[in-house]
Every structure is written in structure tokens, then in C-alpha cells.
């Protein structure tokens, strides 16, 4: 496979079945052989219409479907770079955020036409049609695949050995929450990738796919490892908007009897099991964030196989540490924190005064540190909180204590706290007006610090707009607070 990202990785056993969109009935299976040549048509549109070079940049925007998949792979072969956290946007001002900018010109966008035409009920929205005109060379439409004519006696013959990638060239280029360009190449995320399907995929099992890749390491944790060694690929675009209408894509599960599915928050992951009837076939989950006792209880009401959350840090890589929760999980002695133990040999793992340092040797990456904060009981690391530490007002602000504490009143979801070192300001957005939990915070405030306190409440905000790459952007909520803050 030589460490490079391209259909060779892809089980031969693969299927993509296809329903009816007005019905939503079964047609027929896609096999690898047809993948296959649907990989094909892209490339040659990329190359002959486009004139496609390898470091060239991508965002997909439509899907996933089997054209997404087969382009995905197309622009792979050929070197091109994925964008994987562009922001949405909702208003001028989110056009002009440095997220939004920070990619500049992406030389391709791929987009659904309808969401495209402000007439359509489809369409996105006015801003990210603004977005995407304004950031795109240029805009590849979906309906490019089926419609443009095959020269089979040119290029074709040819086109599939055309691989311009190599191990070293960038596949993703993502960003941190500071705004530091992250970039993975080929062989980091193949490597990734196939551990991931070793360790908790059963081959020839069935995966759903609802989400477009999102973060720089996730397509590593569900998407990648589905091709690898899945079965049938079955996709869930268009079911839903957000977690509130997330039924039918339950409904497709329970119907197809599918295995595999990624939900990455806790939100999703809690709305889709209290929204499903109790299992009948294998149903395994991975997410990315603490499993809580309310999931675990779930997880045991719905027979769900298990549950597994995966530990890493997008700068450094994924899976230093996953925790499982299954049917024997007991719940009278569950603790939200116990990560588990090393599963291997493949992260070099230390702590060093509580602080979490990795190394890779197979990646030849030196140690890093995740700036989380462990501890060691009897061999199982236990997550503490972020490292992170703030001066406000002339105290010291632990992040991870007044988050702890934000979580522990509103819930997962219910508010945010974020601190603005800059403006010397702490700000606090409830999505859920709690008016007891918020009384208690500032108590906590009044009677931990003497200085310090909640500078400004953002209420009345739709979450979603705030939501991004699987948990809440920082940065365009600590602008926002701030523009609140000047009115």
C-alpha cells in the first residue's frame, strides 16, 4: 500500500448500496469494480477540465455519497490537499473571520448546485454561497461526475496508475484553536488510519457515514478505517439537519442493521440512543469526548455492543488512550475520567509532573506534550483537565477547573465558558437558560477568586452557529462576546 492514501487501501469486498431518493427503496449494491471506475471519471475531470497539480487545495462540501467517496479518493491520488475545518458561516461578519480567511483562496470547492440557488429551499445560505464565491478558484458541482463525456481512448487507459502522491505529501492541512497550520501527510494518516481499523473494526462489517470530514484526524477514526476493512458503506447525508431530526438516519440503522457509526459529540451520541428502540444486531459507536454516566445507562438499555471514546490531541495524532463502555460496564462504579490503559506500543507515553508527553517512533516524531493533565491508578490514566493557565485581573485561572465547573452545573451541552486573555475578560454563552446553575457559578466565582469574575453572558444564541468541527469554536465565540460587549 506504500503508505499513501489511494483506492488500494480500499477492501475489495466493499459495497455501496443505492436507494430510490423518492422512496428511499433499495436498487442495487455498488462493488469495488464500479468504485473503482467512478474514481476514474474524477480523475480525468480534475486533470482535463481543471488542470489539477498535486499541493493544490480542496474542501468538500456536499455529501457524503458515492461521488464524494470516489472523489475523495481521486483527489488524493493526485496530491491534492484537503481542507477539513472550514468554518460555516452565517452573516458578514463570520465571512471575515481569520478561521474563514485563513486557507485563502481554496483552488477547489466542491458543492451541491441546489445549495447554491437562493431560489431553492436547498439552498445553504446566503453567506456561504458568499463564502464560497469569494474563497473558491474554483466550484466543482456534483453533477460533474455523471454529466461530463469520457474520452475512453485518451486518458482513461492510463488515469488509474497516475498516482502523484507520495508518502511525505500533505493530505490534510487543518488548523488549532490558536490558529496554527497543522498538516498530515499520507503516510501519518494511513498509518493512523490502519490502526484504527485494527483496533476496534470487525472486517466486512457494515459502516454508516452521515458527517462530510470535518477535523484534521477524523477521517482517520471512522471514515478511512470503514474503507479499509467495511463491508457495505451506507450514507446518511441529507437524512437530518442536526441532532433534533437525527431519526431517520436511527431508522436507517435499525432497518439495514448497520454496525458502525461515528457520532462525535455527546450530543449526538445521547439524542441517538434515547431515539432508538433496543437492539437487535451489533451496533458499535465510536466518539470523541467523555462518556457519561446518562450514555452509559443507555448503553445498556439499547444493547448497544459498545461504545468507545478515543483520546488524542489534533497536533499530535489520535488513540493515545480509548475508553470503552460496553455491556459489562458497571455502572455503580463508573468513573467519567479512567481513560484506560496504553494499548500499545504504537505512542511512547510519559507524564511529566501530571502533564500528559507523546512521542511516535514509527512517525520519528519527538515527545509533545497534549497540555492535558493525567493521573496513574493502578496502571489506568485518569483524565484531569486541560493544563491550561490564565492570568486575569492579576490571579491565576485554570481553564480546566472552570470548565469542570461550567459542565458540572449546565451539563455537557447546556453552556461554555471561554477566557479572553487578550481583554483580560472572562465570557460565559448559555445555550440553556439554567437560572439556579447560574446563580451557583457566580457563587463559585465570588468565593474562589477575589478579582476575578464573568465579565459578560451571551444568551439567546442558536449553539449550532457556534458549532464546529465537533465542539464549540473558541475564537468565534470569544469575538462575538466581544462585539456584544462594544454595543
Not at 451541491?112 to 458568499?130: C, F, G, R, T
Request: proline letters at 3%; a negative charge; hydrophobic letters at 40%.
Amino acid at each position: 500500500m506504500n503508505n499513501i492514501i489511494s483506492r488500494q487501501i480500499i477492501n475489495p469486498e466493499i459495497l455501496f448500496p443505492e436507494f430510490d431518493n423518492e422512496n428511499g427503496r433499495f436498487i442495487r449494491n455498488i462493488n469495488y469494480d464500479h468504485f473503482y471506475y467512478l474514481i476514474n471519471r474524477w480523475k480525468i475531470i480534475l486533470i482535463e477540465k481543471y488542470q489539477a497539480q498535486p499541493g493544490q487545495t480542496i474542501c468538500l462540501t456536499a455529501g457524503p455519497d458515492i461521488a464524494y467517496y470516489a472523489l475523495f479518493f481521486a483527489a488524493a491520488e493526485l496530491g491534492l490537499v484537503f481542507i477539513v475545518d472550514w468554518p460555516h458561516v452565517f452573516n458578514e461578519s463570520d465571512l471575515a473571520d481569520s478561521k474563514v480567511t485563513f486557507h485563502g483562496k481554496i483552488d477547489y470547492i466542491y458543492i451541491h448546485p441546489k445549495h447554491h440557488d437562493l431560489e431553492s429551499s436547498h439552498a445553504v445560505n446566503y453567506w456561504e454561497i458568499q463564502r464560497n464565491l469569494q474563497f473558491g478558484r474554483n466550484l466543482i458541482l456534483v453533477d460533474e461526475l455523471w454529466e461530463y463525456d469520457i474520452d475512453r481512448g485518451n486518458l482513461y487507459p492510463r488515469v488509474a496508475d497516475m498516482i502523484w502522491a507520495t508518502p511525505e505529501s500533505p493530505l490534510i492541512y487543518s488548523t488549532t484553536r490558536l490558529l496554527k497550520k497543522i498538516v498530515n501527510s499520507h503516510r501519518k494518516v494511513f498509518l493512523f488510519a490502519k490502526r484504527m481499523a485494527n483496533l476496534y473494526f470487525t472486517p466486512n462489517e457494515s459502516v454508516m457515514h452521515y458527517k462530510t470530514i470535518h477535523h484534521g484526524t477524523s477521517m482517520c477514526l471512522h471514515f478511512l478505517p470503514g474503507f479499509m476493512v467495511g463491508g457495505k458503506q451506507y450514507s446518511a447525508s441529507g437524512l437530518y439537519g442536526d441532532h433534533i431530526s437525527m431519526a431517520p438516519m436511527v431508522q436507517l440503522c435499525m432497518n439495514m442493521k448497520i454496525n458502525n457509526i461515528f457520532l462525535y459529540s455527546a450530543d449526538q451520541l445521547t439524542y441517538f440512543l434515547k431515539k432508538m428502540p433496543r437492539a437487535e444486531h451489533c451496533i458499535n459507536i465510536v466518539t470523541l469526548y467523555q462518556i457519561s454516566p446518562e450514555i452509559v445507562k443507555l448503553v445498556k438499555e439499547k444493547n448497544i455492543n459498545w461504545v468507545k471514546s478515543v483520546f488524542g490531541d489534533t497536533t499530535i495524532g489520535v488513540g493515545f488512550f480509548i475508553k470503552t463502555v460496553n455491556q459489562c460496564t458497571d455502572e455503580n462504579n463508573y468513573d467519567v475520567t479512567d481513560m484506560g490503559q496504553i494499548l500499545d506500543d504504537f505512542f511512547k507515553i510519559e507524564l511529566r509532573d501530571g502533564s500528559l508527553y507523546v512521542a511516535c517512533p514509527e512517525l520519528s516524531e519527538d515527545w509533545k506534550t497534549s497540555d492535558d493533565k493525567f493521573d496513574i491508578i493502578n496502571g489506568n490514566y485518569h483524565f484531569r483537565g486541560r493544563e491550561n493557565t490564565y492570568r486575569i485581573n492579576g490571579e491565576w485561572i485554570q481553564l480546566a477547573e472552570i470548565e469542570n465547573q461550567v459542565r458540572k452545573l449546565f451539563g455537557y451541552t447546556g453552556a461554555n465558558i471561554v477566557i479572553d486573555l487578550e481583554w483580560q475578560k472572562i465570557y460565559l454563552a448559555i445555550w440553556e437558560p439554567n437560572t439556579d446553575s447560574e446563580i451557583e457559578l457566580h457563587q463559585f466565582f465570588t468565593e474562589h477568586y477575589e478579582s476575578v469574575e464573568i465579565s459578560f453572558v451571551l444568551r439567546g444564541e442558536n449553539y449550532r452557529d457556534f458549532y464546529d468541527g465537533g465542539k464549540i469554536d473558541n475564537s468565534k465565540l470569544r469575538r462575538v462576546c466581544r462585539e456584544k460587549v462594544l454595543e
